[in-house]
């Protein structure tokens, strides 16, 4: 007889196996998550993104437990280790129940020896604590406390500290290690006035954006009148939409958040969504035939455009997502040093190419849901000088310059963006 709660641990697990082997976290979690009820889909997934956000404090743990390196283990095991801790260390699960739970989903994915090791591992764990020494003490060492503790590769949290105060990082690294509050963008009618779907709260000092509040999103988003998504997305599209002008081209336009809340924001027409991912565009069909926007679909490379005629074209670039790391809790382990400037130079490829299909007076908007300067006001600062013929665009902020949106002070995801204007022939 199957125990409670065993079937969503069972998915959490097929998720961290497949994150393991290179899958994304939310295509992994869509698969695997499908047959399962609410109440389970919702328990899985916190099960699952919080052990995969917390691997770097959970894996220092299990190597003083298991007496091995992690790496010499199977996959499997491993999932469940973490799996198992997580429910120890991170919620209110009663210890017996998370082990036994646990090692009822691993079932035949892992030997009997195994099961075992893992019954062994997570016992000795629930009967001996957390030791106290394990992790390095914040006044001490604030890298180290934040790499281990604070689950992030090192590499990352020494290039932040450079660049930005350590309360900043300490905060961001919190932030990162949180569940994202669920919320929504809402829709501009045709009167300009939304009214607030049941179940949602409007977000103080953030217009157009509300929190679910109570009932599942799917409920708030089935009126058709709000759109799932993020302050610092939602503040990109206020940035771009003062004044546009059609064609809109959104170049990398999937999941299609930003597109359907500018053809509602904007009267600019047509609004075109391209992205080089026929695959990926499927997302903005079902987001726009939601949410009722009626954008053109494009399959295409943004770096060899098979549209002409934008008068407005918004790039945001595929990026390294450090803003976004808490909504995307593998990314942080994907992410290698050298990334990011590969990135940096797609980045331009894409820059350059929009640039080339503005007329004179044209807007281009790029933006990023990164934090690192490379891609961002350097990215933007070397095409001003290679690119002669634009300029800033002084509309969008208060200052009149770049979109940054820093998580530390907003306490939503990152994001930057810069409007760029094509200047009017003399």
């Known amino acids: 007889m199957t125990g409670e709660g065993v079937a969503a641990r069972r998915g959490a697990l097929e998720v961290l196996r497949d994150v393991a082997a290179g899958a994304y976290a939310d295509r ?9 009820d609410p109440r389970d889909r919702r328990l899985a997934q916190e099960m699952s993104y919080g052990a995969i956000r917390l691997r770097g404090r ?8 298991a007496n091995r390196p992690l790496e010499r283990l199977d996959p499997a095991v491993l999932a469940a280790l973490r799996l198992g801790l997580y429910q120890l260390r991170e919620t209110r699960i009663p210890a017996h129940a998370a082990v036994n739970a646990t090692l009822e989903a691993a079932g035949r994915s892992v030997s009997a020896g195994a099961r075992g090791l893992v019954n062994a591992v997570l016992r000795r764990a629930a009967r001996e604590g957390r030791a106290p020494d394990l992790f390095p003490a914040f006044a001490d060492d604030p890298a180290g406390y934040l790499s ?12 932040w500290l450079k660049r930005h105060s350590l309360a900043s990082v300490r905060r961001l690294v919190e932030l990162d290690n949180e569940p994202p509050p669920v919320t929504f963008r809402l829709l501009e009618g045709s009167t300009g006035v939304t009214p607030m779907p049941e179940g949602l709260d409007p977000l103080p000092d953030r217009p157009r954006m509300a929190m679910l509040a109570d009932g599942a999103p799917a409920d708030a988003i089935r009126g058709g009148s709000v759109i799932a998504q993020d302050p610092a997305a939602s503040a990109v599209v206020d940035y771009v939409s003062p004044g546009l002008e059609g064609p809109l081209l959104d170049v ?5 958040g930003k597109a359907v809340a500018l053809w509602f924001a904007s009267p600019a027409r047509p609004v075109i969504a391209a992205d080089v991912s026929p695959e990926r565009l499927r997302y903005v069909r ?17 770096r060899r455009p098979a549209i002409r005629g934008a008068r407005t074209v918004l790039l945001d670039a595929p990026c390294s997502g450090t803003g976004v790391l808490r909504r995307r809790p593998d990314a942080r382990w994907r992410l290698r040093p050298g990334r990011i400037e590969a990135l940096a130079a797609r980045q331009r490829e894409l820059l350059d190419a929009a640039a080339d299909l503005l007329p004179a007076g044209g807007l281009l908007v790029y933006a990023t849901c990164s934090l690192e300067p490379e891609e961002n006001e350097e990215q933007v600062a070397r095409f001003l000088a290679t690119r002669p013929e634009f300029e800033r665009d002084a509309v969008g902020t208060a200052d009149g310059v770049d979109l940054h ?11 930057y963006a810069s409007r760029l204007r094509k200047r009017r022939k003399e």
């Open 58 to 65: 959970l894996d220092i743990e299990l190597a003083r437990f």
């Open 252 to 256: 990398c336009a999937a999941p299609g």
């Open 405 to 415: 949106v820093w998580p530390w002070e907003s306490g939503s995801d990152g994001a």
């Open 28 to 36: 992994a979690a869509a698969r695997r998550f499908a047959g399962l």
């Open 286 to 302: 079902d987001l726009s035939g939601d949410a009722g926007a009626a954008p053109w679909l494009v399959a295409m490379d943004g």
């Open 148 to 159: 281990t503790w604070g689950s992030h590769p090192e590499w990352l949290i020494r290039r």
